[in-house]
């Protein structure tokens, strides 16, 4: 029995085929740019404690390293201090996943989150709307919050502590690199025939092969 000719085939969409991750990453992320509505550089982050319970929550993604960088990865700033620094300080290996629902496009990352150094903390933390400076040192990030009139108190208190526009970085707010180890890229397709392409680091080189969907 022959398929209709007027069918719609599973396989009409080009599959993906790319040599760099790094760079189908910035290809898909400037996609994004324009169809996400809100923060494409939202991202899944999964953690583990050091019992082995999984959490996860949406950061963004504020850089991606350049090529000549010593240890490429995806960089976020948190404070340390929260339920996901507290993870990562336990277990360094963690879990990235962009979604963009508009694309019908996956991106998912594994590696290791490594302390940025305390200078491309301080410089981006200096880059952020004055309130969000006041409020990363009025916060006590995850722990048990009375009522929402202590968090307003305390940003108050941080105000009046500095009303200029020189807030000093709390020693507590910085940054992770997730360098990774494997990226796949994850293409909706007709039927769920999806299209997956993962990337796996072999020393300095990437391998990569095609997954079922």
């Known amino acids: 029995m022959s398929m209709d000719s007027d069918a719609k085939s599973p396989f ?5 085929a790319f040599d760099d991750p790094f760079a189908a990453f910035s290809q ?6 324009g169809a ?3 923060d494409p550089n939202a991202m899944t982050l999964a953690t583990v404690s050091s ?9 963004l993604l504020r850089s991606v390293d350049a090529a000549e960088h ?20 336990a277990n360094p290996q963690v879990a990235l996943l962009f979604h963009w629902k508009s694309l019908g496009r996956q ?10 150094a305390a200078e491309e903390a301080e410089s981006y933390f200096h880059t952020r709307p004055r309130i969000s400076r006041l409020g990363a040192r009025a916060s006590d990030q995850s722990r048990p919050l009375p009522d929402r009139k202590t968090l307003q108190k305390r940003v108050e208190e941080e105000e ?11 020693a507590y707010w910085s940054g992770y690199r997730v360098t990774p180890t494997v990226i796949e890229f994850w293409q909706q397709m007709p039927f769920r025939l999806h299209d997956r392409l993962v990337f796996r680091r072999q020393g300095k080189n990437w391998g990569q092969e095609k997954l079922y969907p």
Do not use: H
């Open 12 to 16: 009409q969409t080009a599959e993906l």
């Open 28 to 33: 898909w992320m400037e996609d994004a740019r």
């Open 36 to 38: 996400e509505p809100n």
């Open 51 to 59: 019992s082995g319970v999984p959490s996860a929550r949406i950061v």
């Open 70 to 89: 010593p240890e490429r990865g995806f960089v976020f700033f948190t404070n340390t201090e929260s339920r996901k620094g507290m993870e990562i300080a």
């Open 107 to 116: 991106i998912r990352i594994e590696g290791k989150a490594i302390p940025v």
């Open 160 to 170: 009046a502590r500095y009303p200029g526009d020189d807030i000093p970085r709390p």
